[in-house]
Structures are given as C-alpha cells and as structure tokens.
C-alpha cells in the first residue's frame, strides 16, 4: 500500500495559478501510473488527470486541457498538477491516487483501477 499526501491547495483568484504536490511514500511510486481528480460539493468525484510510471503518457478531462500540467519526478516519489488560468468551477477538493498498473489503453484510466488516495487538499478560486 502507498501513502499519499497532497499540498499546495488554497484560496486564489479567477486567472491565477497553484501548484499542487502529492508526495508517496510506503509501495514503490516509480512503477505505477498516477492520477488527480477533484470533487466539487455536492458532485461526484471526477478524473482531471492522469501520468503513467515514466511520464512520457499523459491525460486530461477536457475541462481542464490546456490549462493544467501533470508531472512526476520518480527520484523525488512526487507528482505534481500545475494549474494555470484557474476558474471558479475549479473550486474543488482534489485527490492524487496511485494506480494498481503502470499505464493505461484507451484515453485516459478508469477510477477502479485507482486503488490508493490521498485525503484531498482545498482549491478555492474566487470570482
């Protein structure tokens, strides 16, 4: 089983940045895809995206391509979710989780095969 925490939520305005972290500890990070998802209040958890063990894969919901970063350094047992041109339907608490497998087929990888979770960390954005 892996460990995960989550930083870097916060309060930030419409059009700002955050950067958040997920560091692992306990199981290997190194040989397994990672994800981010985000549940708003009052709405089902939703994949926002994801990185498969060596980063040369990535996804993204389309609600935030083009505006949101994965990255992961193996050597540093952390991922990271860089959010850019932040909105308020942003607002969310978001979730890193390590997967059961070390890549994925298709367009991005289903919840179920996520078996490990952070506890979430706060992403306000104001209007």
């Known amino acids: 089983q892996v460990q995960l925490v989550e930083s870097g939520g916060g309060l930030v305005q419409a059009g700002g940045s955050l950067r958040l972290s997920c560091a692992a500890s306990g199981r290997s990070f190194n040989g397994y895809a990672m994800g981010w998802f985000r549940q708003a209040p009052g709405k089902e958890r939703e994949f926002i995206s994801a990185?498969?063990?060596?980063?040369?894969?990535?996804a993204y919901a389309d609600s935030v391509k083009g505006r949101f970063t994965i990255s992961r350094d193996n050597a540093k047992n952390t991922m990271y979710l860089q959010m850019n041109r932040l909105k308020p339907e942003d607002t969310a608490v978001y979730y890193c989780?390590?997967?059961?497998?070390?890549?994925?087929?298709?367009?991005?990888?289903?919840?179920?095969?996520?078996?490990?979770w952070g506890q979430g960390t706060q992403v306000t954005v104001s209007s």
């Open positions: 990185i498969n063990w060596s980063g040369d894969n990535t």
């Open positions: 989780a390590a997967s059961k497998t070390s890549n994925w087929y298709g367009a991005y990888p289903p919840m179920q095969t996520f078996g490990s």
